[in-house]
């Protein structure tokens, strides 16, 4: 047990070194963060300037208008804080974007990155089991992303409360809804956008190539899915646990697909 976990430590120190010199990855994790961290606030405000009368409504945004009033019927509350609270619910998508776009270059350099500096083989030919291997890659990718993930969504939700309360003497928080996206489901779309990018990464032989298929897969998919489901997420509590729970459920299918078809002795003769 102590071999074990003693042999994962060392795997991902190993990975969190490789990603500190992988400097595509270092422009995403100064910008999106800041992004992240001003478009609560950003939406808070113009979403109560818009009910208030101060912007116009286009028609597009009559289903959203509609939306608003729903919720503010529902929970008794006035059509300002409703607004703010419904776009703080959507502007969590953001933060389940963030893992998504930093996994995927960091994922598609994880495996056949190595490759090309020849620093897999010895790792592959150690005694270390398949699982930590994978389980060592999908962490050091994943946990720096969700890490800035939540940093900017605590930084956002902090921002958001100030200038809403600066602006309108309102306190408006973000809720429920909020949280459990940026601290559940992200972390789980961060885990299986890096078990993705592991099973492109390592039939691949050029990292660029990975990181193409990766987001030809992962984007289109992520986004019809959002379109569908998203309306429903940010209204529906229990539709947004259950998704939780599927995630979950993925992630866990995900690992077990990218283990049974990852081939150490393949990788390591093909690569030779």
Request: net charge positive; glycine share 6%; charged share 10%.
């Amino acid at each position: 047990m102590n071999t074990a976990a003693n042999a994962l430590r060392w795997m991902l120190w190993r990975e969190f070194l490789d990603q500190r010199q992988n400097r595509m990855l270092w422009p995403v994790y100064l910008i999106m963060p800041l992004i992240g961290a001003a478009l609560p606030a950003l939406l808070a405000l113009g979403s109560a300037a818009m009910l208030a009368g101060k912007a116009p409504i286009k028609p597009e945004m009559q289903a959203m208008v509609n939306a608003v009033r729903m919720l503010a019927s529902a929970n008794g509350t006035d059509l300002e804080l409703a607004a703010a609270t419904l776009l703080l619910r959507m502007s969590a998508g953001y933060f389940l974007l963030m893992p998504l776009a930093i996994v995927s270059i960091a994922g598609a350099y994880a495996i056949v990155g190595e490759k090309q500096q020849r620093t897999l083989e010895p790792v592959l030919a150690t005694p270390m089991s398949t699982n930590h291997f994978l389980l060592a890659k999908m962490l050091a990718v994943t946990v720096p992303a969700v890490l800035m993930s939540w940093i900017a969504a605590l930084v956002g939700a902090v921002a958001s409360v100030v200038s809403f309360y600066w602006a309108h003497g309102l306190l408006v928080w973000p809720d429920i809804f909020y949280w459990l996206a940026v601290l559940v489901l992200a972390p789980e779309i961060g885990a299986m956008t890096a078990l993705v990018c592991l099973r492109v990464s390592a039939r691949m032989q050029d990292p660029q190539a990975a990181n193409q298929i990766t987001a030809l897969i992962l984007v289109p998919l992520l986004l019809i899915l959002f379109s569908v489901i998203g309306p429903v997420l940010v209204l529906d509590l229990r539709a947004l646990i259950g998704a939780c729970v599927a995630g979950l459920a993925l992630t866990l299918g995900l690992f077990y697909w990218v283990r049974r078809g990852f081939n150490r002795e393949e990788i390591l003769c093909r690569w030779r």
